[in-house]
Structures are given as C-alpha cells and as structure tokens.
C-alpha cells in the first residue's frame, strides 16, 4: 500500500516555472514506478511523465516535452515535476501516481494539487 500526497500547486505567470511534490509512504517505494498526471476542466486526465524506480529512464508527453522535468529522491521518498515555461494549456489538477513492479495500470494516486497558469 502506498499513500501518496501532492504538494506545490498554485498560481503561476505564463513563461514563470513551479516544482510540484509528492511525498509517498510505504516500505517500497523504491521499487515503484512513479508518474505524473493531469485533469484540465472538462477533460480527460492525461500522462504527464514518469521515472523508473532507478530514475534511470523517464517518460513525457510531447506536450512537456523539454520543459518539465520528472526526478524522484528514494530516501525520501518524494517524487517531484519541475516545470519550467509554463503555459495556460498547462492549468489543470495534477496528480501522482504509482505503480508496482509488474502491474500494467497505476493503481495508487494521491489528491491533486492544482497549477493555475495566468497568462
């Protein structure tokens, strides 16, 4: 069981940049895959990025491609998505999420922190 909590969120100039955070419990944390997701209003939520359990390969949707950049600190246990440049199109809830070896779907998220981008 994993619980995961975001933090970070909130009101950002268009070009300007925010680090999102997310803190994570459980023993194993350090053999998860951890990602990055977003829910604009009235959309569907989407992949944003994510780390292998090594941070030796990471993952991003061509939308973030360049400006956003997903690490994880395994001590810590924390995940965080450095976004650089931001955009309007950018504004939506943003979630972590985690999946353990093996599995196919991330099957733990946490509450959502919201990025507001002002332009």
């Known amino acids: 069981q994993v619980q995961l909590v975001e933090s970070g969120g909130g009101l950002v100039q268009a070009g300007g940049s925010l680090r999102l955070s997310c803190a994570a419990s459980?023993?194993?944390?350090?053999?998860?895959?951890m990602g990055w997701f977003r829910q604009a209003p009235g959309k569907e939520r989407e992949f944003v990025a994510r780390i292998t359990w090594s941070g030796g390969i990471t993952t991003y949707a061509d939308s973030v491609k360049g400006r956003f950049t997903i690490s994880r600190d395994n001590v810590k246990k924390m995940v965080y998505l450095q976004m650089n440049s931001v955009k309007s199109e950018d504004t939506a809830v943003y979630y972590c999420?985690?999946?353990?070896?093996?599995?196919?779907?991330?099957?733990?998220w946490g509450q959502g922190t919201q990025v507001t981008v002002s332009s």
């Open positions: 999420a985690s999946r353990q070896q093996g599995a196919v779907d991330f099957g733990f």
């Open positions: 459980g023993r194993t944390f350090s053999t998860y895959t």
